[in-house]
């Protein structure tokens, strides 16, 4: 593709060289340069790309993207200068690949809770519908079929687009996509056109990379901020940050909630662990999902159908069809009458959520025993505030280890006990060792008990100093539940 092609869209503040060259790839790190690559030099908070224009520049780049010139410009090499590299990598991504977000109908779900569970949703619901959609999520990424492993919430603007137009080729019409607050932070998501953007909540997390709650805040409303007057933007108004959301978007502003009047308004009509009988909008249907943060999960997913354009019983009765998602309230059941749950719920509000969701089902004869960790490496503020709720809404809590990553694992259990209020000394024990603790569960446990093992979900390995160890909360339970039930 041409320079000048790429460079659409693009405020550019400097050209010095020939804007038609060909360019045969885009790339941000100087590694990755082959011959006429188009090189585009951005500032991390580690490195700065610049530094490496002269050696990209050596593997073959004709054309650089830059925010400042180098001193010596060489021969035969197109220098672009522009305020913003990443920005403008955005925009270059999708160019290069076609603008695959404008021939689909691409929607984002942000939020601290909820963003895999309501884009899986949404995907399923779509395939029941009966149409070839992508997907973009935490667990994996879809196209139809076909799956790729994820490896982060937000791939690159590059791998995104990458994605997108190969959707586009395949025939979908829909691509769903969880927008986290790094990836918009990072101007991953430049470039891209939203036809919907969906908001679960906002609670305390990732305040180890935004600081503060309040620039947490702002990058998450970037998102609505940035969308253009044909877009849709769908917010959780029973959340105190939902309407914050939607205070200077240009989309059209959708509502829904359950506490309050909202576009799309739902109720929880019954619960157990098998299902709920819910009503949305004045219509009642079953799903086999469950806990009271399903309920929004669902009535999001059918705010988000609507305004696509499709009937309302025909999405609930996709929805009913609907299975859960991988390692989100995922339950089963020993021989032994002991019932087990897996999730991810590794913020505050995601395990006093569960927690609670579990406790409206349970009759209270049964005890509720809950093993969770904090990763290490991340936010140090909500241990604590973890450790209170757990040990104040279960039966017992044994703290242990999620994925340490580089800290101590019994400094990391020492902070989150530092939040155990003393009426609840009695109710929790530490055992730093994952699979023991959770042996630990299994061994307590009478028949009819509820053990909840928390934080970790899909996940299929446990990161210790920089290395992930193969480590699955389901088969360690199966496992070791066949081993002790002997």
């Known amino acids: 593709m041409q320079l000048i092609e790429l460079l659409n869209r693009i405020p550019t503040l400097e050209i010095h060289g020939n804007n038609t060259r060909e360019v045969s790839e885009l790339v941000f790190d100087s590694r990755k340069v082959t011959e006429n690559s188009l090189y585009i030099a951005m500032r991390g908070t580690v490195v700065d790309g610049h530094s490496f224009i002269a050696s990209s520049i050596e593997k073959g780049a004709k054309a650089i993207v830059c925010e400042e010139l180098p001193e010596n410009l060489a021969d035969n090499v197109t220098y672009v200068k522009v305020k913003d590299s990443s920005k403008a990598l955005g925009q270059l991504a999708s160019n290069f690949y076609g603008n695959p977000s404008e021939q689909l109908n691409l929607i984002g779900v942000t939020g601290t809770n909820g963003k895999t569970s309501v884009s899986t949703l949404l995907f399923d619901v779509f395939k029941n519908l009966g149409y070839n959609s992508a997907l973009l999520s935490t667990v994996e990424i879809r196209i139809g079929d076909e799956v790729i492993p994820a490896t982060h919430t937000t791939p690159d603007v590059i791998t995104i687009n990458k994605i997108l137009a190969k959707a586009v080729y395949e025939g979908c019409e829909y691509a769903f996509m969880e927008v986290s607050s790094h990836g918009i932070a990072q101007n991953r998501i430049e470039g891209l056109h939203f036809k ?4 679960t909540n906002l609670t305390h997390d990732h305040l180890d990379y935004h600081k503060t709650f309040d620039e947490y805040l702002k990058t998450k409303k970037r998102f609505f901020d940035e969308l253009d007057e044909t ?3 769908i917010t ?12 200077n978007t240009k989309a059209k502003k959708v509502s829904y909630a359950l506490k309050t009047m909202a576009d799309y308004h739902g109720r929880l009509l019954e619960v157990d662990f098998n299902g709920m009988l819910l009503n949305f909008n004045g219509k009642e249907f079953w799903t086999t999902l469950t806990g009271k943060f399903n309920v929004y999960n669902l009535l999001l997913v059918f705010g988000i159908a609507s305004e696509l354009s499709f009937e309302q019983d025909e999405i609930l009765q996709a ?6 998602v991988s390692g989100r309230f995922e339950t089963f059941k020993s021989d032994g009458g002991i019932f087990f ?4 719920a590794h913020t505050p509000d995601a395990l006093e959520n569960i927690l609670d969701s579990i406790n409206d089902i349970r009759t209270k004869n049964e005890r509720l025993i809950t093993v969770f960790g904090c990763g290490g490496d991340r936010d140090h503020s909500k241990r604590p505030e ?8 279960s039966t017992l809590a044994i703290i242990t280890s999620d994925n340490p990553r580089t800290e101590d694992p019994a400094q990391i259990i020492k902070e989150i006990e530092a939040g ?3 009426q609840n000394f009695s109710k929790y024990t530490s055992i730093p060792d994952r699979r023991e603790a959770i042996k630990m569960a299994i061994k307590f446990a009478e028949p009819k008990d509820i053990v909840l093992v928390a934080g970790k979900g899909h996940e ?8 992930k160890h193969h480590f699955d909360d389901k088969e360690v339970i199966n496992e070791l539940w066949k081993l002790m039930s002997k």
């Open 196 to 199: 919907v953007a969906g908001f």
């Open 341 to 344: 749950i897996v999730d991810y």
């Open 386 to 393: 973890m450790g209170n709720i757990a040990t104040k809404k």
């Open 460 to 467: 299929n390995y446990q990161e210790i100093n920089g290395v």
């Open 236 to 247: 959780n108004i029973d959340d105190k940050n939902g309407n914050i959301m939607l205070q």
């Open 231 to 233: 877009a849709v933007a």
């Open 319 to 324: 929805i009913s069809q609907l299975k859960r």
């Open 420 to 422: 155990v209020e003393p």
